[in-house]
C-alpha cells in the first residue's frame, strides 16, 4: 500500500514531456502524483527524483489535467495548450473515460 504524502512545492519547468518540480520530499520512479495549482489538478506519474540541497528535483510525465475555472486555471490552460496539447484534460471539452 503507498503512503500518501502532502507538501508544498514550486514547478520550475514545462515542456511535451511533463513538468519539473521542487519539493521537499523525495519520491520514488512509478509514483503517482497529484499536482494542485489553483482551483486544477495534474495527475501524473514520477519520472525521476534528484537529491539537490535539502529539496529533490521531481520529473513528472503528466497523464491527465482537470481544468479549474479561475484566472489561474485559465493561464495555466494557455501554457498546457502550448506544452502538452494531447494531454488529457487540457481541453475543457473533453471527457476522461478511465
Known amino acids: 500500500m503507498a503512503q500518501e504524502q502532502a507538501s508544498w512545492g514550486r514547478v520550475c519547468d514545462m515542456s511535451k514531456s511533463g513538468i519539473n518540480a521542487v519539493l521537499p520530499l523525495p519520491f520514488a520512479p512509478a509514483d503517482l502524483v497529484q499536482l494542485e495549482m489553483a482551483d486544477s489538478v495534474l495527475l501524473g506519474r514520477v519520472v525521476y527524483s534528484i537529491p539537490e540541497g535539502s529539496q529533490f528535483l521531481i520529473g513528472i510525465a503528466v ?34 473515460l478511465g
Request: aromatic share 2%.
Open 63 to 96: 497523464q491527465r489535467v482537470e481544468l479549474g475555472d479561475s484566472d489561474v486555471s485559465n493561464l495555466l490552460q494557455e501554457a498546457l495548450r502550448e506544452t502538452m496539447p494531447r494531454t488529457p484534460g487540457v481541453e475543457h471539452s473533453e471527457i476522461y
